[in-house]
C-alpha cells in the first residue's frame, strides 16, 4: 500500500452511529479533532447517516442549488455551509458518510495518499458486491461506467470524497451510496460536474443490493486497512429518551414546553430522560415523564432515534474523552385538564405552547425533527 493509503498503524478508534442531524455532525467533528490533535490519543472513525442536507464546500456558489430554500424547506432538506473543499454534495438516508479524523503529522503528511485510501476502500466495497468502480482523472471520489447495468447509462459517481486539514488533523470524509433518493441530487449540481449523474449500489443493482448495514460493515473493514488504523476499545454511547409531550386544547395541539434550571443548560424542552440498566426506552419515557412532570399519557414511537456529542460544559465528566449519547424519540400524550408538577431541581417553569412557537423555543435538533415528527402525524395520522 506505498501509494494508496497507510502502511504503518496507527492506534484508532471506530465509532459507527445511526442518524446524526448534520450540525450536529459538525460539533462531533469539531470535538474529535480537538481530541486527536492531543499527542498520543487515536486517530478517530466515524461512521453515520445524515438526514437531508445539502452541504456547500469552499468552491461552491448559491447557484449550485437549483430549488429555492422554501422548496427546499418543504421536502425537508436543509442547506449548510462547510469548511471542507469541493462544491455542493448530498447527505441523507441511505448513504454511508464515513469521517476519518486523523493526525497525520510524524511521516503521514500526505494527502494524496489519504485520497487514495479513501478511494480505495470504496472501491472494494464497491467490488464486493459486483460493481466495478474507479477513479476519474482530475475528479476525487469514485465512478462507474453504468451502461453494462443499464440501458443508457454513462459515468455516474458512486462515491464523494471532501476533506479538510488543518494542521495536519483532516475532518470530513466520503460519503458511499447505497440507496439514498437519488432525486435529491437533481436539485443541485453535484460537485460540479453538469455532464455527469450519481448513481448508487441499489440503482445499479436493484433488489439484490446489500442492505446500509451490510455496506456500511465492509466500508468500514476496508477503511481500517487503507488507513492502517489498529483500533483500540471505545466506550458506548450513553442512552436517553425523549417523550414529546402534547394535549388537545381548543385551539389546537399544544406542546408542553419545560425551561430547564441554569446548571443544567438553561434551554427550553420537553420531557427527555436517561435510561437506567434494565430499562426499555418506553419504560424510561413513562418514568421521566411521571417524575418531571408529575403526568401520565399514551405514548407513541415516533420512528427517530439519533446519535449526537455531549457538551463538557453542560455535562460533566470524569476524563477529556469524548462523550456520545443516542436517544430515541417518542410522543406522548396527556390529558388536556391534566396539571404539571415540575421537578425543581431540573426545570425552573413551564408553559403549554402552539406547535410554531414551541418549535421556536426549541434549541437541538433532534426535538425540532421530533416536533415535525409529531405534527406530521397530526395532521395525516
Known sequence: MSEVGFSVSRPAQLRRFGRVFYPAGLRLQKALAAHVSQEGNPDQLVILEHDPVFTLGRNATPADIHMSDDFLAAQGVSVHRTDRGGEVTYHGPGQIVAYPICNLRGGREDVGRLVRGLEE??????????????RLKGAPGIWVETAPYRKGGGLEKLGAIGLHLSRWITTHGIAFNVCPNLDHF??????????KGVCSLQSLLG?????????ADRLQAHLTAYLALDLQPVRQPSRSVSAMTWRHAANGPEILMMLRVPEHGLWWQSVTGMMEPGETPEQTAHRELREETGLTGTLRPLGLSHSFWVDPTIVHFPDAEPRFNTETCF????????????????HS???????????????WEGAK?????LEAWLIHG
Request: proline content about 6%; hydrophobic content about 50%.
Open 369 to 373: 425533527a421530533s416536533l415535525k415528527l
Open 331 to 346: 410522543s406522548m400524550e396527556v390529558p388536556a385538564e391534566a396539571q404539571v408538577r415540575l421537578e425543581p431541581l431540573e
Open 349 to 363: 417553569e413551564f408553559k403549554w405552547c402552539g406547535l410554531a412557537e414551541a418549535y421556536g423555543l426549541m434549541k
Open 121 to 134: 476502500a470504496m472501491i472494494r466495497t464497491a467490488a464486493e458486491f459486483g460493481v466495478m468502480a474507479d
Open 207 to 215: 433488489a439484490s443490493a446489500p442492505t446500509w448495514d451490510e455496506a
Open 186 to 195: 437533481r436539485w443541485i449540481t453535484p460537485c460540479g460536474f453538469t455532464d
